[in-house]
């Protein structure tokens, strides 16, 4: 058995540059998706108000997030390995200030079509949480070895499905997302250093 630690990632490592035009590129991708969805589609997009009170949610439900986040981390070694296998790919490479980027774009464009656009679309329930979350855990999949990351990142999409679901408003996720990928990624790097 090979040690996972080890071992080469399967996406080969990417520069700084290559991983801000992904991200990027997967945005847009993203953004195309759901306006499609939007345009054929018989349903309007979740809606997206500006509240104080909803911010203030969604800040909490990222600190919530990004606690779970980190216990799942101490807690369950597959969860570390993978979580390290993806990060070392996503976050070795870019600088603090890139990790600005790395919290508005997936918040944006993953919430905009996970939740924003999903979620109506298949009825704005529990079924639609469901495999609204699914999806987004099946948009971690890095690679054969990535099944717990998956598997974390559609608990993460069943926090967020259900915080836009009860709010009724996509700013909630958007603002837990952001807030979770901010703060992961800026302890997850300062360990790095």
């Known amino acids: 058995m090979i040690d996972q630690q080890n071992q080469e990632p399967e996406i080969p490592y990417l520069t700084r540059t290559q991983v801000l035009v992904a991200m990027g590129v ?4 993203l953004w195309v998706v759901a306006r499609i969805w939007l345009y054929y589609g018989n349903f309007y997009l979740l809606r997206w108000r500006w509240s104080v009170s909803d911010v203030i949610l969604g800040m909490g439900l990222g600190l919530i997030i990004t606690i779970l986040s980190g ?4 807690l369950c ?3 570390r390995r993978s979580a390290d296998y993806y990060l070392e790919i996503v976050l070795k490479p870019l600088a603090l200030p890139d990790l600005i980027w790395l919290g508005l774009l997936p918040a944006l464009s993953e919430e905009l079509l996970f939740r924003g656009v999903m ?3 298949l009825g704005l329930d529990n079924v639609a949480v469901v495999v609204s979350s699914l999806a ?4 971690h999949l890095s690679g054969p070895q990535q099944w ?3 598997i974390w990142a559609t608990i993460i999409g069943l926090i967020l499905g259900y915080g836009a679901l009860l709010s009724g408003n996509l700013l909630v996720p958007i603002v837990a997302h952001m807030m979770t ?8 790097k300062l360990r790095r250093v």
Do not use: E, K
């Not at 997967?26 to 991708?29: F, K, M, N, P, Y």
């Open 181 to 188: 990928n901010w703060i992961s990624s800026f302890f997850w």
């Open 71 to 74: 216990l799942a981390y101490r």
């Open 136 to 139: 987004f855990g099946v948009l």
């Open 77 to 79: 070694p597959p969860y």
């Open 26 to 29: 997967t945005a847009i991708l």
């Open 119 to 121: 979620l109506p679309a």
């Open 148 to 150: 717990p990351y998956v």
